[in-house]
């Protein structure tokens, strides 16, 4: 337990209608007290307020009004941080808000850091580190599907699966020890298989959990799709369509779009980045000139290229050095403007689907055909599926996947140590280094290190 009571904006600041000032800590009801004076028969200093009651009243300094709000008082340990909590909702506004937290500062507060009320819910045992992580992943979904992975994590899916193999390898890694106990005893055959299965199992649990990574990667980061083709060929019409408003400016002059336009979407659950460049040629003037080099900078970022071709037109050399510049990059070809008579022709090599596997896509970005079309062909190309049902539930981040990984190669190493014959000594030295790894993912084994990137991710308040 923590001896100091922290306060933050738990809202963003703003002008909105309300916001919320949250303290928490063994003094939160003592300061909440200084801060805030119960108004009407009803409304009870928080010292004296029974738990996970409402109070109406107001916040002074100096003797003077600042804010008239609402005090919710919860009594630890049936709180987000099993401490004593008080939550003021006061009105929204910037002043307001500020001069009511700098209040509860006075009072005998001090300002929080980035994710330290969760950090506590952490360390009182309240959630794993996981969950935690799940507080975060919660607040930045920005699709239905990442919401549900966020909350099926904060539930704890995926660190009932992660305690379990912990389990299955702390149960290996006694066996052993209990044979290091007596050097003299040769370990019997099928208690010897017994320990192998064991490990082996842990292994391919891991693999299965490494799989659901990418969907994870996607499902929090999403990914950034680059819109190119030469000019005109209706890069930001097809933008203006995915988005579903007219986002980019469109016109018949080519060279229109000079800066690079940035903005998500949702598409099939995944949140997409699409990125409307300028189209690539030479330039003509100076603006251009710049307007390309900054598409071609974040075409290098772009994780995905959607090509435009025009349909109307026949394949120009501009076009052929696109088709050949990306050929290493994850793309789709998209051919626009199918509502106008089609003088495309493609080289063979994209004509042949089966020899160069380039997903082709017809659109019109004048009429909207072919867009649901290249949605579905956008989501099959980043979702590589391959995840089993017992993992559906669970997408890992990269720092799971990286304690999975190191994990699996300790066990490896403990495994083949145990086929070779090798001193059991090794075999239980890369186990517990295994199973460390592991207990990283829940935060069963941590350093301060460790605490503060995840933690230092989140937002103040939270
Ligand atoms: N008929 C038809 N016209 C289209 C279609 N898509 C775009 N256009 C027209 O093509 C012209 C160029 O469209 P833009 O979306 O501005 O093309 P762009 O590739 O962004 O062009 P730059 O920004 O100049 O590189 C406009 O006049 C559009 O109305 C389509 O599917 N069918
Ligand atoms: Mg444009």
């Known amino acids: 337990m923590f001896d100091d009571t922290i306060a933050a904006i738990a809202t963003p600041l703003g002008s909105g209608g309300l916001a919320v000032i949250r303290i928490s800590g063994p003094r939160a009801l003592a300061v909440a007290d200084r801060a805030f004076t119960p108004v009407g028969p009803h409304s009870q200093p928080p010292s004296r307020a029974a738990s996970h009651t409402i109070h109406y009243g107001k916040v002074r300094r100096d003797g003077k009004q600042v804010d008239e709000v609402l005090c919710a008082v919860m009594r630890a340990p049936r709180t987000f941080t099993r401490e004593d909590v008080v939550e003021i909702t006061c009105h929204g506004g910037v002043l307001a808000t500020k001069t009511v ?5 006075e009072c005998g507060a001090r300002p929080a850091l980035p994710g330290e009320f969760t950090q506590r819910a952490f360390l ?3 959630i794993d580190l996981a969950q935690a992580e799940a507080v975060a992943d919660l607040i930045h979904a920005r699709t239905e ?8 994590q904060l539930a704890g899916k995926l660190s009932q699966r992660i305690n379990q193999l912990r389990d299955e390898l702390m149960l290996t890694l006694a066996h052993l ?6 050097p003299e005893e040769d ?10 299965n064991r490990m082996a199992r842990g292994i391919a649990f891991m693999v299965e959990l490494l799989r659901t990574a990418e969907e994870g990667q996607l499902l929090r980061r999403g990914i950034r799709a680059a819109i190119i083709g030469r000019p005109n060929a209706g890069k930001s019409s097809l933008l203006n369509q995915l988005l579903g408003h007219d986002r980019a400016i469109v016109s018949p002059i080519a060279g229109t779009t000079r800066d690079t336009i940035e903005e998500t979407a949702n598409v099939r659950g995944i949140p997409v980045v699409f990125i409307d460049t300028a189209g690539l040629r030479e330039a003509r003037d100076e603006i251009e000139s710049e307007g390309i080099r900054r598409s071609r900078e974040s075409l290098a970022r772009a994780e995905l290229i959607l090509h435009v071709l025009d349909a109307g037109e026949p394949l120009q050399g501009e076009d052929e050095k696109l088709l050949s510049e990306f050929a290493d990059k ?3 070809i998209i051919r626009n403007k199918m509502d106008l008579p089609v003088k495309l022709v493609f080289p063979s090599e994209i004509q042949n689907p089966k020899s160069e596997n380039v997903p082709l896509v017809d659109v019109s970005s004048k009429s909207g055909e072919g867009i649901e079309t290249l949605k579905d062909t956008i989501k099959s190309l980043v979702w590589s599926g391959g995840v089993t049902a017992e993992m559906a539930q669970v997408t ?3 720092r799971h996947q990286d304690a999975l990984k190191r994990a699996s190669a300790s066990l490896r190493l403990a495994l ?8 059991l000594e090794f075999v239980a030295l890369d186990l517990r280094q295994g199973i460390a790894a592991v207990g990283e993912i829940v935060g069963k084994t941590t350093t301060e290190d460790l605490l503060d990137a995840v933690f230092g991710q989140f937002c103040i308040g939270k």
């Not at 599907?145 to 099926?152: C, K, S, V």
């Not at 370990?187 to 192998?196: M, S």
């Open 145 to 152: 599907r990442a919401l549900t992975a966020a909350n099926e």
């Open 187 to 196: 370990i019997a055959p099928d208690t010897r298989a017994q320990l192998e």
């Open 124 to 126: 009182n045992g309240r």
């Open 416 to 423: 083949e140590a145990l086929r070779a014959d090798a001193s």
């Open 177 to 182: 020890e209990a044979h290091l106990d007596f």
């Open 396 to 398: 890992i981040n990269s």
């Open 330 to 332: 994850k793309r789709i």
């Open 101 to 105: 937290f700098d209040t509860v500062l």
